[in-house]
């Protein structure tokens, strides 16, 4: 089917103009992490800055994407995209889309990142949102001349480039912390500094939040709530609070207190910030573990943030999950990951340089969202002008 819009350019369906290829996850016991096989992406969590991240491989693989195809995000979250680099098993969290001749592949990527809004409110699902092959079927895509297109796909790559920079000075400065982490405690797995080990259920209290359910979600007892999308490394991102339904009873299990800590339980599992009461009368879902110290001056929490980090990048929190298509990391193999536990003052001068770094990283923050949000008002500027 193909429309004319005001512009005069015609808009067809995405099925028209591209081959969109779901993913299927293959049986759980031919991936791994052995770099053998064909990497395996399985949803927005493998996606890098500009490509997918490899971190498992898989050995049958059953829905393959080639280099160059679009990888979109079509369950938790829905939306997101990424260009493939080489040829890579796709899992159900993922589709691609092979662009046909006439539609330039940057052209079709930028106006899909335009399109993520609309795509995500049409998910889905009782326990995380999702799309089928005919939410991205149906997609209308404005078809200017390919030249046209490849002039527009240009200009907002390089617009693109300047909010990559903005954002990579800001990993830059997140290594720091980590660098000077390793230098002081060493690396959790190995623990060459022989601190002392203990279980994190000894150390903390560990609770997941409540099930987002949409009948549940009456109006009469609502309630602001985080969700894995809003617990950053080291911080918490507010710009998107959803809410439901606590009944009074589940809000003196749910409620927040101020120095919680909450730690994801799906989705890059493992990933730590702390609430310090920013929003109040606040609970959280599921997809979050809440932690509550049982000795708060056993643990600084600037410490057992860029600690749970460390063990992240080295493992061991992958090592303590259960992954079938998504990982979890399960309250179960939770109490049992072991903490490293060095002398608080130890913690406390580490926590000292944490306090300092935070100065120079809300700075780098706000410049990055600033720079993200111009971004994004040029893509919606663009695409509505076509």
Not at 206 to 234: A, C, F
Not at 251 to 274: F, Q, S
Not at 279 to 301: D, F, G, S, W
Request: aromatic fraction near 10%; include cysteine.
């Amino acid at each position: 089917m193909k429309t004319i819009n005001n512009t005069g350019y015609s808009r067809k369906k995405l099925v028209d103009v591209a081959e969109i290829i779901m993913g299927q996850s293959p049986p759980g016991d031919t991936y791994h992490n052995f770099q053998k096989g064909m990497p395996f992406f399985q949803g927005k969590v493998d996606f890098g800055e500009m490509y997918p991240i490899t971190r498992v491989y898989c050995s049958a693989p059953t829905r393959i994407a080639e280099p160059s195809d679009i990888l979109i995000s079509v369950r938790a979250p829905v939306g997101p995209t990424n260009i493939a680099q080489f040829k890579c098993c796709i899992g159900r969290g993922l589709a691609a889309i092979r662009p046909q001749p006439g539609l330039d592949v940057f052209y079709l990527l930028y106006f899909l990142r335009s399109y993520e809004t609309k795509l995500a409110n049409s998910g889905r699902g009782s326990t995380f949102d999702a799309i089928g092959r005919d939410d991205l079927e149906n997609i209308p895509i404005p078809l200017p001349p390919l030249d046209e297109q490849r002039r527009i796909a240009a200009l907002l790559q390089r617009a693109d480039r300047l909010r990559r920079l903005r954002r990579f000075s800001r990993q830059l400065s997140d290594t720091f912390l980590q660098s000077v982490f390793l230098q002081m405690f060493g690396d959790p797995v190995t623990n060459p500094m022989g601190w002392e080990i203990m279980p994190a259920g000894d150390v903390f209290e560990i609770q997941l939040g409540k099930m987002r359910s949409e009948r549940e979600i009456t109006g009469d007892y609502l309630h602001p709530y985080l969700r894995n999308v809003n617990v950053q490394w080291g911080y918490l991102d507010l710009s998107d609070v959803k809410e439901m339904d606590f009944l009074p009873q589940e809000m003196g299990k749910y409620l927040l207190r101020k120095g919680d800590i909450l730690v994801c339980e799906g989705g890059e599992v493992g990933r730590t910030a702390v609430y310090n009461g920013e929003i109040e009368n606040c609970a959280y879902q599921n997809a979050l573990h809440r932690l509550r110290a049982k000795a708060p001056n056993r643990i600084n929490t600037n410490y057992f943030i860029n600690f749970m980090r460390a063990a992240c990048n080295s493992g061991l929190i992958a090592k303590f999950s259960s992954q079938v298509t998504i990982a979890h990391f399960t309250a179960e193999k939770f109490v049992d990951l072991g903490v490293m536990v060095p002398p608080v003052s130890t913690q406390e001068e580490y926590s000292q340089i944490c306090d300092r770094h935070k100065i120079m990283s809300i700075r780098q923050i706000e410049s990055s969202r600033q720079s993200e949000q111009l971004f994004q008002t040029l893509l919606a500027c663009t695409f509505s002008e076509i």
